[in-house]
């Protein structure tokens, strides 16, 4: 498998329970000063929201996010669950290339709004950010995001798997 590309992944009920509670004034988001690992300089920066890390829950958000999308993925085994939010910074930007993990797994994005922005696999393809499109792929590749110019932020889902 390369990529692929499930539009219309959850039902309407389920992905818009998922995108209300994540949109809300409510929800928590961490500072990250940088996208990936090779951008030293602070900026881009992103917000995130870890449910999954380390082999742990790390978020009370867990069960009322993942669920639904845990039982159309046939997930295993988890390695990381993260929330992404790419603030709007009035400048298109395409993120340096990068590997979630240095060894073989699954990986997939839940992309919660329509915007501009794009996933760019390490074949130049670009997936282009649709409310509630699912990109399975290989993040063991390289592979890379953006930030948007036409919302006010760019968010998705993104989740490391066997």
């Known amino acids: 498998m390369t990529h692929e590309i499930v539009d219309n992944f959850l039902d309407k009920d389920s992905f818009n329970e998922i995108k209300t509670v994540i949109e809300s004034n409510y929800f928590p988001w961490y500072w ?7 951008e030293s300089n602070g900026f881009p920066y992103y917000f995130t929201h870890r ?33 992404n939010q790419y603030t709007n910074v009035n400048e298109f930007i395409e993120n340096e290339n990068h590997t979630d993990y240095p ?22 393809t670009k997936i282009e950010s649709i409310e ?5 792929f290989e993040p063991h590749k390289k592979h890379r995001s953006t930030h948007c110019t036409d919302t006010k ?3 998705n889902i993104n989740l490391n798997y066997f």
């Not at 990250?32 to 090779?38: G, K, P, R, S």
């Not at 085994?77 to 929330?83: D, G, Q, V």
């Open 32 to 38: 990250n000063n940088q996208v990936t690992f090779d």
């Open 51 to 83: 449910l999954y890390d380390d082999n742990v829950i790390q978020s009370s958000f867990y069960e009322q996010l993942v669920l639904p999308i845990f039982k159309k993925l046939e997930i295993k085994a988890l390695i990381r669950i993260k929330i």
């Open 103 to 124: 060894f073989e797994h699954k990986g997939a994005i839940l992309y919660l709004n329509t915007n501009n922005g794009y996933t760019i696999l390490e074949d130049g």
């Open 132 to 136: 509630n499109r699912l990109l399975k």
């Open 153 to 155: 932020r760019r968010l």
